[in-house]
């Protein structure tokens, strides 16, 4: 079994190992350094890591807020609101959180003409893994979250809509 688990991405690994386990509590990954040893820091509590991507993720679903209520939240984690700009994020980050729960994320805009940026290090973002008919063109909505469903990502009020939301860390 160790020879096939070492074959496997480590987050397929994992997986294997920890399928009894029935909560997203701590997982704690390895990672290569320059010298050959491996980081042991435990993740904080709660987060998930997915070291292809190079991040960890955190679902808060277990009250609603508004986008800069989600946003102070991470903060207090040393996280950010997630930025899911790519399809294999948008996977990963649809595995951390219940079906029944949109989440608030880490991409908005400034005003209806500008462009959809990631918030964490303010780049364009020109990928992103839109749901159906969106992103809607409303003035007031600048600010982006995923669909419960995992169908993709949605322009909604930043000011109005209470959501879940997930958290990022480097790893």
Known sequence: MAGFLVSLPMHLACQIMCAGNSTNGNVTFGQNTST????????PEGYIAFPDIGVAYKSHHTE???W????????EDDAVLALVDSLKKLEYAMKIKPLTSAS??????WSKRSEWKGFKTDPLVSSLPWAPYEPTYGADENCAFMWMDGRGLAAG????NIQH???EIPI
């Open 104 to 109: 608030h994320i880490g991409i908005r805009r």
């Open 36 to 43: 050959g040893k491996q980081n042991s820091s435990p993740l």
């Open 165 to 167: 939301f997930i958290c």
């Open 68 to 75: 800069n209520e989600a946003q102070r939240r991470c903060r």
């Open 64 to 66: 609603l807020v508004l």
């Open 157 to 160: 009020n930043c000011y109005k």
